[in-house]
């Protein structure tokens, strides 16, 4: 308790480049730019080899490396490669281990609709890409709502890592408290990472709840 | 009119689904393929559609051979009805029913209107439009399949054992709206089933399909019952022949007699000649002390008797 | 770039050179900090899963929580613990338990939903008593579900060791903060290298276990 009134009242992070909200905003910004870039990615990919059926073989070898793969080590071993300084270095770790979980459930989600649905659908006269947008894709979207979250989870706790390497944003009071043995820092500094891990997953519940269906919802 | 034409599908793994399949499917009247499972009577109906294509033959619609046809604009053109309904679970029944339509682009006031007419014309509460399909029991989704197979009025209405995952009392209701719904649409329809009473009961032709593909009879379902074309249709007819065939004869042509001083419909069986079968009159013998059936008219009025003998006689044409 | 990936002198120097970095120390640190989650997960979400499948009302609330708990980021839990348990093992234990527990409670409770009602039925109609039942019949039926529960929760846990080294108990993850701070490659690579590799025998051990438990089962997983 008193390494949080030591951290928040203290001036220190209220202004200048250690100020909590700079440093909310940049992670916001590195998180945010990962996840859209996975996103951009993942969701199409998903989409067509949940569709098509081909290529699955390509979902199932990321899902095991992005659980396998030591964060820490994927992401000095690439800063190291390609050097520090700029951004990009530590966006490319970020933005591989945000892919895997949107894909998955992606993929699942479209593979997994009920085989009924795919046949009516056909049988009704829907095209090729209407039934996978207009039948496939709302039954899905509980679960790829889930790998959003999932990957925006994961984006948030690597991003706090990555200030090991260099990355701005909250992980810094981690890391710096760390090397400084100022505790109350590190104390604080992981009490905002909580909070804006609880704040995106609530964001991503309340999500499904405006955009699922009422009769998808209830199915599952 | 729909016409087999020497169809064939054999998959590349050498198995035959169907095999040489000659046979013309009429206008207005439903015809029903049936046969044990792996005889290709799916198959069949889905190669109307074009959800599977042919690997010999042709299949005509009207003249026009199906492969020539883009299959997302045929199958706009043809009712499509499946065992487990596949309703669209993230729409509303009313959307779900109105999704041909929408398809065709109709104006969604004229699409949900159409569908609002159709579902009660498949016996469901209006109220339902608004729900979504979990939200309705077995039966009343498969009745939502055939009103979505229904909204844009097409001529041809396919169907894939549409009522066999219900249990046998909706089973009922379901068959019995089908021909009620018939009698007043007149649509041609095929219709795929397991089960050789449901074949009997709805089709105006029934083709029996052998494992392998191979078509075995066709034939109304009163001469299919009395003249088996062979030990295989013979055999999937099952039992009680005989008697089940007497259900397609119809009991007005009974010699009535004049009813005995006594005679009362209570405690006899009794039939109704203008409606009921040879089958309704022989039971109505069977249930009375005395052997007679008892002929009565729309109002309860006795008509007349006709005993076992002259029923067996007439069984016997 | 001058320097190669691996300098193979350095693994040959280092592998087990006495003192507490060597590469094999730092192997079994690893392992004990990832399995004793694990191990820990299990026994803890077997009563609390079977709990769950029995009391329905339970159920919701449990996955709510564990979903929040897996949302947490590891760095944040070690950094919150470090005030309560220090530099120590325990402080990488706790959070990565509750990450194993958020994977395997579900499991266990999927794993008694895959058991056949008509099994169970049948179960209670040929006289089976409840403890019984549940170890004879319901527990070998949910065997594959919660061994593929298991999996994920050893490979996840694995991984996620390493990076217990910021706060100085990360096993091979130390590695990687020794390669960082000298500009040099052989320790990332023989830390990541040796991280899958542990994962691949956990997953492939689980595997082969599950084969043994449930050989009724010849599903692929």
Request: charged content about 15%; overall charge neutral.
């Amino acid at each position: 308790m008193n390494w949080l009134i030591e951290f928040f009242g203290s001036a220190e992070y209220w202004t200048g480049d250690d100020a909590i909200p700079l440093r909310l905003l940049q992670h916001l910004e590195y998180s945010f730019l990962a996840f859209a870039i996975a996103a951009l990615v993942a969701i199409p990919l998903g989409l067509l080899i949940g569709h098509t059926g081909r290529g699955a073989v390509i979902v199932v070898v990321s899902a095991n490396a992005a659980r396998a793969l030591p964060t820490l080590g994927l992401l000095v071993l690439v800063v190291l490669l390609i050097g520090v300084g700029t951004l990009w270095p530590v966006l490319i770790p970020l933005i591989a281990l945000a892919i895997p979980p949107i894909l998955v459930n992606t993929y699942e989600g479209i593979r997994g609709a009920d085989p009924d649905l795919r046949d009516a659908a056909y049988g009704m006269g829907l095209r090729g890409s209407q039934v996978l947008f207009r039948a496939l894709l709302p039954v899905a979207l509980p679960l790829i709502l889930l790998g959003l979250r999932l990957s925006a989870i994961t984006v948030v706790a690597t991003a706090t890592v990555a200030a090991y390497v260099g990355l701005g944003g909250l992980g810094r009071y981690i890391i710096d408290g760390l090397a400084t043995k100022n505790y109350a820092e590190v104390f604080g500094g992981a009490v905002l990472v909580v909070l804006l891990a609880l704040a995106v997953q609530t964001l991503f519940t309340l999500l499904s709840r405006v955009i699922v269906s009422p009769g998808v919802r209830q199915v599952r | 009119m729909i016409t087999f034409d020497g169809v064939t599908k054999r998959y590349a793994d050498g198995t035959v689904a169907v095999d040489d399949l000659s046979l013309e499917v009429p206008d207005g009247a439903i015809t029903v393929f049936v046969g044990p499972s792996g005889c290709g009577k799916t198959t069949s109906l889905r190669m109307i559609n074009r959800m599977i294509d042919p690997t010999g033959g042709r299949i005509l619609l009207d003249g026009k051979d199906v492969t020539a046809v883009d299959p997302a604009t045929l199958r706009r053109g043809i009712g499509y009805v499946i065992q487990q309904a596949g309703l669209f679970p993230h729409r509303r029944i009313v959307d779900n029913i109105a999704t041909v339509p929408f398809l065709l682009g109709w104006d969604k006031k004229k699409a949900r209107a159409r569908a609002m007419e159709l579902l009660e014309r498949v016996g469901l509460d209006p109220k339902m439009a608004r729900r979504y399909p979990y939200q309705l029991s077995g039966g009343q989704q498969q009745r939502v399949g055939v009103a979505r197979a229904l909204a844009a009025d097409p001529p041809v209405l396919l169907m894939d054992e549409p009522f066999s995952a219900v249990d046998p009392i909706v089973r009922t209701s379901l068959q019995e709206e089908l021909l009620r719904l018939q009698s007043e649409l007149h649509k041609t329809i095929v219709f795929v089933t397991h089960d050789i009473d449901e074949a009997v009961k709805l089709g105006d032709t029934v083709a029996v399909l052998r494992v392998g593909g191979k078509l075995a009879q066709v034939a109304a379902p009163a001469d299919l019952l009395s003249d088996p074309a062979d030990d295989f249709v013979r055999e999937f007819l099952g039992r009680d022949r005989g008697i089940r065939r007497l259900g397609f004869v119809p009991a007005k042509n009974l010699a009535l007699d004049p009813a005995p001083e006594g005679v009362t419909p209570e405690g006899h069986g009794t039939f109704n000649p203008a409606r009921d079968s040879l089958r309704a009159a022989l039971d109505a013998a069977l249930l009375s002390p005395d052997g007679l059936a008892v002929a009565v008219d729309d109002d309860g009025r006795v008509l007349g008797v006709v005993g076992e003998a002259a029923l067996v006689g007439a069984a016997r044409g | 770039m001058d320097e190669p990936l691996v300098r193979w002198d350095w693994i040959a120097r280092n592998w087990d050179n006495g003192g507490p970095t060597s590469v094999k120390v730092l192997l079994e640190n690893h392992i004990v900090m990832a399995f004793v989650p694990v191990i820990a997960g299990l026994l803890i979400a077997i009563p609390l899963g079977l709990a769950c499948a029995r009391y329905r009302w339970l159920y919701q609330p449990t996955v709510g929580i564990m979903n929040v708990v897996y949302s947490l980021p590891s760095l944040a839990l070690f950094s919150i613990l470090l005030s309560v348990t220090g530099l120590t093992q325990t402080t990488v234990i706790i959070p990565l338990t509750l990450f194993s527990l958020a994977v395997l409670i579900p499991a266990v409770v999927d794993g008694m939903q895959s058991v056949p009602d008509h099994v169970r039925q049948s179960a209670v109609a040929m006289g089976f008593q409840p403890m019984r039942r549940l170890t004879r019949v319901e527990l070998p039926i949910a065997v594959p579900v919660v061994l593929a529960g298991l999996r994920v929760a050893a490979v996840s846990s694995i991984s996620l060791v390493s990076v217990g080294a910021l706060i100085g108990q990360g096993g091979l993850g130390y590695l990687f903060i020794d390669g960082w701070q000298r500009q040099f490659y052989t320790p990332i690579v023989v830390g990541i290298v040796l991280v899958v590799a542990l994962a691949l025998v956990a997953d492939l051990v689980i595997i082969v276990a599950q084969r043994l438990l449930t050989p009724w089962s010849r599903r692929r997983a």
